[in-house]
């Protein structure tokens, strides 16, 4: 059995892992530090796991995101007499996710926009479908701000097979009519109706 205890150390003493597999995007990063702000304790509860030479096995985008916040000090638990082949093990499994969500649970129980703050894809499923919608209409989305006269927030919650459906009807709308944004085709969707 491994025994290691959580300690607080500097930041300055850890070293990221050049071989670290995982990437994250800009967007889901500053959610990162967002949730790190609302919940420092967190990082307590959640150690970065580092080798007996201070290099990052688990937690690199969390470490990332405390430097970047300018944490002094950071939980680390030492992964101490692993083998090689135990390590690189380690560094994959500690990213897999083996679970899935219930999302009848979610939508029923938990507040949707604070589970998207905290990280959560909340439409994603396990097929890892995406949907055929422009990078440049969630940045376009983004930089409208729910407070200005012509916008609000519409929020709706449905089963996955559901969206799938709607999102692919809007989509053939957009295209069919030419349309620059989803929100066009829906109301073309309910103007029809």
Sequence with gaps: MIKSKIEHVLISTLKENENNPRNINR??????????????????????????????????????????????????IQAKNLSDAQVKEFI????????????????????????TDWGVDVWKNSDDFSFDIEDEEEEE??????????YSSFEIIMYHENKIKLVSVLSKIKKEKQFDKLEDALMTLIENY
Excluded: C, Q
Excluded at 39 to 67: C, H, Q, T, W
Excluded at 141 to 150: C, T
């Design 27 to 76: 967007h889901k990063f500053e959610k990162l530090k967002n949730s790190i702000k609302d919940f420092p304790e967190m990082l307590a509860l959640r150690p970065i796991v580092v080798d007996e030479d201070n290099i990052i096995l688990g937690g690199n985008m969390r470490y990332k995101a405390s430097k970047e916040l300018g944490l002094k000090k950071v939980y680390v």
């Design 92 to 115: 994959i499994k500690d990213n897999v996710g083996f679970g899935d969500w219930d999302w009848d649970i979610l939508a029923n129980s938990w507040d949707t926009s604070l589970l």
């Design 141 to 150: 989305e983004e930089k409208r701000k729910i407070s200005d006269d012509n």
